[in-house]
């Protein structure tokens, strides 16, 4: 297929200064620059003022966008913090994963109706559960910065909770997605889905050794972030092509290998600049573009309220008792399960996914930005609360 480039650089255009004024305009607002970003998106899209279209082109390039915000995300991991919170943030993350996931999966069979193991609609009603797994603790580690308690106990649980929770989001991720294809068993999900995780252990022990040397031998150089951009490109191919897993997990994966790099940081820093200026942008907004405002009745409207709630509630619920099974005291508990809610940039990459197989309508990306917006909102709020006597 031939590519206009003139319409192609003109959207590039459009695309780029709608997404950087209305995030920037979102910061001021203290609201994530991701939600003005995706607004930008619905500016520009069909919904409203018809600018920029889909395309297989932005498509592409969107996908680009994702697998290195993966990479960036798995570059972000914090290996030293999830080994001292050990236990308690790993049984937190569990539980703050699966019930939102219970909760989702019957929010949406409450609406559209229950359906049995194997019917599309199940499936749908799962993906939807999925979706609320995800969290993005970015909002609530500035606000504990902001307040001076980002290395007190509580913190520190909360930070690795959500680096947990993110890598067991993206393994029911993995599963959920491989459960649509009709050749498809559990047992084979699950024996590709170990397979893939084995195979990265054994092999990512030996690329972690071989960068590690290569980083000794030239550190700070940029050829270090440009293996580390081809290593997430050629995992993400691997997980995709061979074993069946969602690509995006092989770029978390990438990037969780090099995390504890001397250099990690700079890669990050590397990677950062691109997703920053282009992909990020053309990412978020093609999230805009491809929602479509048109089909919104009052009965999504009422599921994106519901929505939001179970979202915000089910993390509380989730995170705050088993906390209080660990003997953190009730004020703990809730801030625990607060500092958990926030959905972000993992939230929409899920809901992407779902769209592109066909577990997603894109009417449904309206309750994810709802969630995004609100719970970006409520969080700092209600923390400041909880942390003042």
Partial sequence: MEFDVSMVVRDMCIIVLAAKFLGLLARKIKVPDVAGEIIAGLLIGPSVLNLVNTSQYLSALAEIGVIMLMFSAGLSTNLRSL??????????????????????????????????????????????????????????????????????????????????????????????????????????????????FVFVALVGYLIYRLFKYYDKKYPHTRRIPILGLALAFGLAYLADDVFGVADITGAFVAGVILCSLKDSDYINRKMDVNSYMLFGPVFFCSIGIQTDLSSINMSILWFSLAFVLVGLLSKIIGCGLISKCMRYSNRDCLKIGVGMMTRGEVALIVAQRGLQVGMLDSTFFTSVILLIIISSIMTPIILKGLYSE
């Fill in 83 to 196: 080994k001292k919170t050990g236990l308690k943030a790993t049984a937190i993350a569990v539980f703050g994963v699966f019930v939102p996931l219970i909760l989702g999966t019957v929010l949406y069979m409450c609406f559209y109706g229950f359906a049995p193991w194997g019917d599309e609609k199940f499936y749908r009603a799962v993906f939807i559960g999925t979706i609320l797994t995800a969290t993005s603790v970015s909002i609530t580690a500035q606000t504990l910065k902001d307040l001076g308690r980002i290395k007190e106990e509580v913190a520190t649980t909360i930070m690795s909770a959500a680096i947990i929770d993110d890598v067991i989001g993206i393994v029911v991720l993995t599963f959920v997605i491989g459960l649509k294809d009709p050749e498809a068993n559990v047992a084979r999900v699950c024996i590709f889905t170990v397979l893939f």
